[in-house]
């Protein structure tokens, strides 16, 4: 059986309404074929430095799963739901677990995200950081594009980016490092310290890096099998519908360019009352 959510989590919710309602949008896949422009209400662009640490976390991420985290990440209310949703229909597994994320009016990219609970997990318990990462990309989607392959480009000088049985390492040209996984039907989450791991340390405020050792390395949680994810499965959103348009500057979704929350206003701070409240609840509620 399927569970619904409770009040207080459709409470979280409402701190994030300014999202979706100004604009009365259909909060289901949506794609675009040019990014939206910066508002009046956006705040002013962060620099190279500032980006690199933000995208830290996620740098070494497959590249299929950077564009789902990336694009998931301009939706924090719907993180945060979806999360709260998944922990309580854990139950549902496969193609079960598929079609009844299917029904849900979640976008394409959190839909995609609840075939990786942990890293689903991870952004709904650090909104702050997650939410910091939807407006760099709503605002500035190529520097942020460039400040992964800055990273990995550090990671990899390091000797901390290497081919594997999890992950397989490509320089695409110069400027270039693609990540995939190694077996196309299974997926690894790199777990890592980026304070370590790129030779620089990287600090990324409101976000907790895996249980990994000081040194710099990178570790793997279990595989997830994605092989009913790659055409798409019973749904547009699967593992296959993603990609890295590295040379565009943009995330990809079935082969168009893709910018996330087109009612996008702009970062979500901790310190706003509501948000404090409504994870209160959500907490509590667990």
Known sequence: MIRTFPNQVLSLALSFALVNTTTGINVRAQQSSSPSPTGAGDSEPQTAEQLQALVAPIALYPDPLVAQVLGASTFPDQ??????????????????????????????????????????????????????????????????????????????????????????VKQQSPQTIVIEPTNPQVVYVPEYNPATIYGTAYVTPGYTAGEVAAAGI?????????????????????????????????????????????????????????????????????
Not at 94 to 113: E, P, R, T, Y
Not at 115 to 140: C, D, I, K, R
Not at 141 to 148: C, E, L, T
Not at 259 to 271: F, I, K, L, S, T
């Open 218 to 286: 990178v570790g793997f949680g279990a595989g997830i099998a994605v092989g009913a994810l790659m055409g798409g499965g019973c749904c547009g959103w699967g593992w296959g519908a993603w990609g890295c348009n590295w040379h565009g500057g943009a995330v990809l979704y079935n082969h168009n360019n893709f910018y996330g929350n087109p009612a996008w206003h702009g970062e979500y701070h901790p310190y706003n009352n509501a948000y404090k409240e409504s994870r209160q609840q959500l907490q509590k509620g667990r």
């Open 79 to 168: 993180v945060a739901v979806a999360n709260y949703w998944l922990q309580q229909n854990k139950s549902l597994t496969g193609s079960a677990l598929m079609q009844a994320v299917n029904g849900q009016s979640w976008d394409a990219s959190i839909k995609a995200l609840t075939e990786f609970p942990s890293v689903l997990n991870n952004m709904a318990n650090n909104l702050s950081w997650t939410s910091a990462l939807g407006e760099a990309y709503h605002n500035q989607q190529s520097d942020v594009m460039a400040a992964i392959q800055t990273l990995r480009a550090q990671a990899k000088a390091a000797g901390n980016l290497k081919s594997g049985s999890q992950i397989t």
